[in-house]
């Protein structure tokens, strides 16, 4: 697509549920990105896949989140058993060598865990 | 390690003055200095890049950041700020080939009085 597509783009869960949250990079895209951002905070790298392989998820708090891509372009990110501390935004990014590796982001997934 | 340091969390400017936006950074390689700015409610958006050639870059919005090796500074300026400049700003490095050592600023929160 012509940018990066997220959703949902707001999501209230209740405590102990699972979410999963979707990121459609621009079309192209190779690497791809997930980022957190707690109110008022700076960006919290979570994960990095280049292709359908994530060499980085050093980022990722716990076991209780995982991620994946397929065919090169969906992303799926998943929390389990959320938590409070989940609430955040989180932001997804592609990026592409051809295009100068510049990061491009959606406009984020809004989680608030009640 | 790579490492970006905003050190002003918050900045208020009268409209129509000129702005400068502090970011320091520490990096081991020749680095790929980005700012992004994030309206509320809003994803991240570029404003500018630098990666090598004229230190001084222009950007979007009125927008110029100049590069000074000697200080690892990547300074955002803006000669007359506009209300609807009031926004968060990321300061970024990265490497042109490996941008999941990518890392961001804390931000600063630029507010615009009338």
């Known amino acids: 697509g012509a940018g990066v597509s997220q959703s949902p783009s707001n999501k209230v869960t209740e405590k102990g549920k699972d979410v999963e949250l979707r990121c459609d990079p621009i079309?192209?895209?190779?690497?791809l990105y997930w980022y957190r951002q707690r109110l008022g905070q700076g960006l919290e790298f979570l994960i990095y896949?280049?292709?359908?392989?994530?060499?980085?998820k050093s980022g990722l708090p716990s076991d209780r989140f995982s991620a994946e891509r397929t065919g090169e372009s969906v992303s799926t990110l998943t929390i389990q058993r959320t938590q409070q501390e989940d609430s955040a935004v989180y932001l997804c990014?592609?990026?592409?060598?051809?295009?100068?590796?510049?990061?491009?982001f959606g406009e984020g997934s809004w989680l608030t865990v009640v | 390690a790579q490492s970006v340091t905003q050190p002003d969390i918050h900045i208020t400017v009268s409209e129509g003055a000129s702005l400068e936006l502090r970011c320091n950074y520490s990096?081991?390689?020749?680095?790929?200095l980005f700012w992004y700015v994030q309206s509320p409610g809003q994803g991240l958006q570029l404003l500018l890049k630098?990666?090598?050639?004229?230190?001084l870059v222009q950007g979007i919005k009125g927008f110029e950041a100049e590069f000074k090796r000697s200080q690892s500074s990547f300074n955002l300026r803006k000669p007359s700020v506009h209300w609807s400049d009031a926004a968060e700003y990321f300061c970024?490095?990265?490497?042109?080939?490996?941008?999941?050592?990518?890392?961001f600023g804390a931000g600063t929160r630029l507010t615009v009085k009338p």
């Open positions: 630098y990666f090598s050639g004229d230190t």
């Open positions: 990096y081991g390689a020749t680095p790929y």
């Open positions: 970024a490095v990265g490497s042109l080939y490996n941008n999941n050592d990518m890392r």
């Open positions: 896949f280049q292709g359908n392989s994530a060499p980085d």
């Open positions: 079309s192209g895209h190779t690497a």
């Open positions: 990014a592609s990026s592409s060598l051809k295009a100068g590796n510049t990061i491009y």
